[in-house]
Every structure is written in C-alpha cells, then in structure tokens.
C-alpha cells in the first residue's frame, strides 16, 4: 500500500457513499409523498362517508316526513310502513354520523343540534299519527297544518348544510396541511442531504487524512518493530498475519515461511533449534488463561533465548523471542561479583577478630618463652602453641587476600624478569611428571604489583594443577600485552578501556564442571580430600587479583582443563617510592604510654606486655575516655591506639584530638583490618606508625621505640 492507493480508496468510498445517500433521500421523498398520498385518501373516504350520513338523516326524515303526511291527508295505511322505516334509518345515520364526527368540537356539536332537531321532529311525527288514529282525520290535519307554518324542516336542512359545510371545510384544511407537511418533509430530507453530503465529504477528507496519517505510522511501527532486538510474530487462528526481520532471522534457512497464512504447525517443523518446539499448545494456553506466558529455552548451539507467549485481543496471540545469551552472562557476573564482595566482607571480619585473638595468644607465648621457670615443663608446648598461632596468622593472611585488605607493597614490575624465576620454583615444587613452560611474550609493559604476592598466586595456581593432573601433564605460564578500546569487547562488562598485561595459566588436568568453577573463588570451598587443602588457594588468587586492580576469569570444562586468566592495568611510570627500611629492635623503655584497645582481652594483654618491658601505662576502652585521660593533665609519652574503634570517635579522630591537646605527644597504631587502618592513615600524619595485627613482643617493642625516637 502507498499513499496514491490511498488517496484513491478514499475517493470510491466517498462516491460510493454519495451515491447511497442520494438514494436514501429519493427513497425517502418517495415514501413521504406515498404517506401523503395515503393520508388525504383516507381524508377523502372519512368526508364522503360524514357527507352521505349527513345527507342521509335529512333525506331519512324528509321521507318521515312525506309518510306522515301521505298518512293523514290521504288517510291510506300504505304511508305508514315508509314512515316508520325512514324512523329507523334516521336513528341509524345519527349513529353512525356522532362516530365519524367526534374528532371535532365544532362538527360534534352540529351533529348535537341535528340530533335534537331531528328526534325533535320525528315525535311530531309519531303524535301526528297518533292524534289520527283517535281524534280523527281533521284535527290531525289541523296539527299538520300548525307544524307546517314552523316550517322544522328547515332547521334540520340548515344543520345538515352546515354540517357539509364544516366536513368540506375540514377536508381542505387537512389536504393543505399534508401538502405543508409534505413540503418541509422534502425541505428537511434535502438540507439533511445537504449536511449529510457536507459530513460525508469532511468525514472522507478526516478519512483519508486518517488513513494517510495511519499508513505513515504503520511505516513507523514496522521500523521500529524491525529494529527491535525482540523476534515477534503475531497469529490469528493458529496462522501467521504480522512479523519482524528478527523472526525470519530466527527461522534461518526456512525464513520463507513468513507468510501470511502460515500455520503455527509449520513453524514448530521448521525452527531448527528448540524455540518454536511448542508454539501452538503455549499461545493456545495463554489465550485460556488470559495472561501472558514466560519461559526460557536454551538452543543446540548454546544461546539462550527469553520466550513470550501472549493473547492481547480475543483471536490474536502474539510470539516474541529475545537472545538473553549476554544478559544472563552478565547477570550471573553480578550475581558471583556480589556474592564475592559479601564473602570478601564477612571474611575481612573474621579475619580482623581472629588478629586481635592471635595478638592475645602471641605476645603472651613470648612472654612465657622468656619465663626460665617454664622452659623445662612447658617449652615444647609453648612451642608447639607459637608454631600454630603462625599457622593461624598465615591463615588471616589468606582471609585477608580474599577480603582484599591484606597489605601490599606494590612496585614497578617487569614479569619477564620476575617470571623465569618463579618457573624454575614451580617446576621444583610440583614435580618433574608436570611438563613445564612459560611463554612470556614480546614487548611485555611494565605493571604494578607485589611481588612476593604475585608468586604465591601463580605458585597456587600450579599447586591446584599438579592437584588435578595425578598422571602429569603439562602447565602453561603465557604473559602478553592487551589494549581494550571503545570499538573492543571486554573479557569482562565491568573492564574499562586501557592497557592490560595479561597472565594466562593454563593445565591439561580433569578439569571442573559449570557448578565448581561458579563456586571456584569462594572461600573455604575445596573438592580436594580431607587433610589436602582449605579451600583458600584460589580465594587468596581471586583476592589478590582485585586488590591489585586487575580483573580475573577462569574457564574450565570436564576432561579439558583449566585455564585462568587475569588482567592487571599497565603502569605508565618507571618506579615507586621505595619502602621505608625496617627498624632495628631496640632496648626496653620506661615512658608512659596510654593503650587505647576495645577488645578487653587484648588491651589486658597489651598493657602487661608493655608493663613488662618496662613502660608505665594508662589505657582505656573507646576514645571518648581516652580523651578524658588526656584531658586530665596525667602524663603521656606516647598514644598507642586501635585505629577502628566503637563509638563516635576512631582511631584518627583521637590522635587529632590528642594533638590538639598535647602537641609533643607520640601516637603509634595498630590495626587488624590492614585496608581501612592504611585508609585511615593517609588522612592523618604521615609520620605515625602503623602495626598491623597479630604482632609478637619483639614486633611491638620495635615499633614504639621507633615511635618514641620519632
């Protein structure tokens, strides 16, 4: 259809229409002059009928009369038969004249007066007769002859003239008025086809406007139909009537049958995948229940598609598929993105409490280790007990590398240096049945990182693939450059544009399911046996990844291997500040230090540490009291504080404030939550210290006296 079509569609509708419109005002002149026609004949017949009952009582009563007469003056019997019949057809008329008569006032009451007039005469008529047949011939031809003198007749021939008179009267009135009738009945047909012939052509103009007005959209529509990314299709009694470009590209190489007409059967035999499997039962469904149907099919070749089925007009149903293949794909990023960072946050948690317990347990082994008294009985346990707080301490470590808060010391790193190393350490560590080799690539960037834990991590990769590969195998270290532009499609949806230097680690090991590899990164989760890992070692990987700035993905089938890669930003810059040298233990001391800990078990077992290396102590449980000490002028050397602490007021808070109060003192901190304490550091004064937890009696003895001498 185009627009001259409709401009000429809209042109034989409107003629058509004329042209039935002038023959419903022909059919209705017609029917009117018909009715009209109709209407004066039964007025003709009704004043014909009054006319002849008129005529008729005079007639009947001048031949009572004639009889009456006949009777007396002849006095021949033969008279009175005429008479009394001419009596009984004038009773009769009357009737029947009173019943055509009572539609007018006027006419009705002539018919009155006639009435009495005529009845009138007819009882002169009987005593007439009467007085004849007693008194005798010549005083009834006397009474005869003083009825004549008044002449009754007259009266009665007077009203039936007037009568005739009025009927004719109105008879002319009625045909003038049907004639007038008439008249404006064609007056009102024509200017009702007039106005009727106007709003036919303006409704054919607002028609074909309309019509020209809806082509366009239906252009608009379809485009835009086309353009979505949905595949749509719309029946009407199970065959195809509308559809877009997506649905013939959804066909494939049956895309012929989008026709007009096709069967909903035929589609379901010709859609190569799954998608059209059920086309017919699942709109016939949503035409009984009325409501739309969802569902999601997965093809042969892996896409996954969001099916809808829906019945918005009775008859209609319409089909709309959509590849939801990189939704579901992002949504389940989200989704394992999410659940990491809640698991990185519980485990930051543990992992603060567990330092402040390891704290706890390895300043007071060291101060029973220097006890003599205990050695002989206790020193194997004490020991033993120093060995597994380190254990536990290397295991807040990897919490905290999941949790991304573990500290790092990062550096201008080049991998093709740092790399030929490690390799020569993995092959050491997983034995010779493992087959070996790095690729590490041309013109590799620099990037920044922490050495000792980049090593660890790829050093935990190799573990789990010596793991997975019982019968040997070969492990793969490739290394190579990777520019992500606006035009490039990211290995991850939350990867931004820039330069990333990619580590591949790849195994020829058993490889994991879809279900493993989603949990792959969570923290204690381990397929290995009892006693053969804690399910850290790709936590700490994942965390560590993060911490850095990079991002990491890994792919793994059954029987097929694991590849696992991550991204780490380029470094523009040649080298970083270098780290501030490590102290030397120093002596004890004997200054005042205000312990300022939340945790009561650990503050106890800080203030008789430091009791034991010689310093007087304060300390208090939340910064508010610490501020209350300070406040009341007691001496203070040094503040030794916990940068988070309960309460209103943090570490941070109380060293500004302490400050300000007394601006010679000394503040060292201690964290168990390495990430936010350096955070937290980097809006306070460079120069104060900070000791992250769990430390031992030697760690803290050396950090106070570097903060004393500071």
């Known amino acids: 259809m185009n627009e001259k079509l409709v401009r000429r569609g809209a042109g034989l509708a409107i003629g058509v229409a004329a042209v039935m419109l002038l023959l419903a005002l022909g059919d209705r002149i017609l029917r009117v002059n018909s009715q009209q026609m109709e209407v004066n004949r039964s007025y003709l017949f009704h004043t014909i009928d009054v006319l002849g009952a008129a005529r008729s009582v005079g007639i009947s009563v001048r031949d009572a009369e004639i009889g009456r007469r006949g009777y007396i003056f002849a006095e021949d019997r033969s008279y009175v038969g005429p008479y009394l019949k001419?009596?009984?057809?004038?009773?009769?008329?009357?009737?029947?004249?009173?019943?055509?008569?009572?539609?007018?006032?006027?006419?009705?009451?002539?018919?009155?007066?006639?009435?009495?007039?005529?009845?009138?005469?007819?009882?002169?008529?009987?005593?007439?007769?009467?007085?004849?047949?007693?008194?005798?011939?010549?005083?009834?031809?006397?009474?005869?002859?003083?009825?004549?003198?008044?002449?009754?007749?007259?009266?009665?021939?007077?009203?039936?003239?007037?009568?005739?008179?009025?009927?004719?009267q109105l008879f002319t009135n009625r045909v003038d008025q049907t004639a007038q009738a008439q008249r404006r009945a064609t007056i009102i047909a024509l200017v009702t086809f007039g106005g009727a012939l106007a709003i036919l052509l303006a409704s054919g103009a607002a028609l074909f406007f309309g019509w020209r007005r809806s082509y366009r959209m239906q252009r608009v529509l379809q485009a835009t139909v086309n353009g979505t990314s949905r595949a749509i299709a719309a029946f009407e009694k199970e065959r195809l009537v509308a559809w877009n470009k997506r649905f013939v590209e959804l066909l494939g190489k049956k895309g012929s049958l989008a026709a007009v007409g096709t069967s909903t059967r035929e589609l379901e035999t010709a859609e190569s995948g799954t998608l059209l499997a059920d086309l017919t039962a699942q709109l016939n469904r949503a035409h009984k229940y009325r409501r739309p149907i969802a569902s999601e099919r997965t093809r042969p070749d892996g896409k996954i598609y969001e099916l809808l089925y829906s019945a918005p007009h009775d008859g209609i149903a319409v089909f709309s598929a959509f590849d939801a293949t990189e939704k579901r794909q992002s949504e389940r990023?989200?989704?394992?993105?999410?659940?990491?960072?809640?698991?990185?946050?519980?485990?930051?948690?543990?992992?603060?409490?567990?330092?402040?317990?390891?704290?706890?347990?390895?300043?007071?082994?060291?101060?029973?280790?220097?006890?003599?008294?205990?050695?002989?009985?206790?020193?194997?346990?004490?020991?033993?007990?120093?060995?597994?707080?380190?254990?536990?301490?290397?295991?807040?470590?990897?919490?905290?590398?999941?949790?991304?808060?573990?500290?790092?010391?990062?550096?201008v790193v080049d991998l093709r240096e740092l790399v030929p190393g490690l390799v020569e350490l993995i092959k050491r560590t997983i034995g010779e049945d493992v087959e070996v080799r790095a690729d590490l690539g041309p013109d590799l960037w620099m990037t920044i990182l922490d050495p000792a834990q980049f090593e660890s991590t790829v050093l935990n990769l190799a573990l789990n693939a010596r793991d997975a590969m019982p019968e040997g195998g070969k492990f793969t270290l490739e290394l190579a450059n990777l520019t992500i532009g606006e035009?490039?499609?990211?290995?991850?949806?939350?990867?931004?544009?820039?330069?990333?230097?990619?580590?591949?680690?790849?195994?020829?090991?058993?490889?994991?399911?879809?279900?493993?590899?989603?949990?792959?990164?969570?923290?204690?989760?381990?397929?290995?046996?009892?006693?053969?890992?804690?399910?850290?070692?790709?936590?700490?990987?994942?965390?560590?990844?993060?911490?850095?700035?990079?991002?990491?993905?890994?792919?793994?089938?059954?029987?097929?291997?694991?590849?696992?890669?991550?991204?780490?930003?380029?470094?523009?810059?040649?080298?970083?500040?270098?780290?501030?040298?490590?102290?030397?233990?120093?002596?004890?001391?004997?200054?005042?230090?205000?312990?300022?800990?939340?945790?009561?078990?650990?503050?106890?077992?800080?203030?008789?540490?430091?009791?034991?290396?010689?310093?007087?102590?304060?300390?208090?449980?939340?910064?508010?009291?610490?501020?209350?000490?300070?406040?009341?002028?007691?001496?203070?050397?040094?503040?030794?504080?916990?940068?988070?602490?309960?309460?209103?007021?943090?570490?941070?808070?109380?060293?500004?404030?302490?400050?300000?109060?007394?601006?010679?003192?000394?503040?060292?901190?201690?964290?168990?939550?390495?990430?936010?304490?350096?955070?937290?550091?980097?809006?306070?004064?460079?120069?104060?210290?900070?000791?992250?937890?769990?430390?031992?009696?030697?760690?803290?003895?050396?950090?106070?006296?570097?903060?004393?001498?500071?």
């Open 86 to 168: 001419s009596a009984d057809t004038v009773r009769s008329d009357l009737a029947n004249l009173v019943s055509l008569t009572m539609g007018d006032a006027i006419e009705n009451q002539l018919v009155a007066q006639l009435r009495t007039a005529v009845m009138r005469q007819l009882a002169s008529v009987d005593g007439t007769v009467r007085l004849l047949d007693t008194l005798g011939a010549a005083e009834a031809q006397r009474v005869l002859r003083a009825d004549a003198l008044s002449d009754p007749m007259s009266e009665i021939r007077n009203l039936v003239d007037a009568i005739v008179a009025r009927e004719n």
């Open 333 to 411: 990023f989200l989704q394992n993105a999410q659940k990491m960072d809640a698991l990185g946050q519980m485990t930051g948690g543990i992992a603060h409490d567990f330092n402040n317990l390891l704290t706890v347990m390895l300043m007071n082994l060291d101060v029973m280790q220097e006890d003599p008294a205990l050695q002989p009985r206790f020193g194997r346990r004490m020991e033993l007990m120093s060995a597994a707080a380190q254990k536990g301490t290397l295991l807040v470590q990897q919490l905290l590398a999941y949790a991304r808060k573990q500290p790092l010391e990062p550096e």
């Open 487 to 710: 035009a490039s499609v990211a290995p991850q949806a939350d990867m931004a544009t820039g330069d990333y230097v990619v580590i591949t680690v790849m195994d020829t090991g058993c490889g994991m399911s879809a279900e493993v590899m989603a949990r792959a990164f969570e923290p204690f989760f381990t397929t290995k046996g009892n006693g053969r890992g804690n399910g850290l070692g790709l936590s700490m990987v994942y965390g560590f990844v993060k911490q850095t700035g990079g991002h990491i993905e890994i792919d793994s089938e059954p029987g097929r291997g694991t590849t696992v890669k991550f991204y780490l930003p380029r470094c523009q810059e040649n080298n970083l500040a270098a780290a501030s040298p490590t102290p030397t233990p120093t002596p004890k001391g004997d200054e005042t230090i205000l312990v300022v800990e939340d945790d009561d078990r650990l503050r106890a077992t800080m203030v008789s540490t430091l009791n034991t290396l010689g310093y007087e102590t304060l300390q208090a449980s939340d910064g508010q009291s610490a501020l209350h000490v300070l406040e009341n002028g007691t001496r203070v050397d040094l503040l030794f504080t916990d940068m988070i602490l309960s309460g209103p007021i943090d570490g941070r808070k109380l060293a500004d404030a302490a400050r300000e109060l007394r601006p010679e003192i000394k503040i060292l901190y201690t964290s168990g939550y390495a990430e936010r304490a350096e955070q937290l550091c980097a809006q306070s004064d460079p120069a104060i210290g900070l000791l992250n937890k769990p430390y031992c009696v030697e760690e803290l003895a050396t950090e106070l006296k570097r903060a004393l001498a500071s």
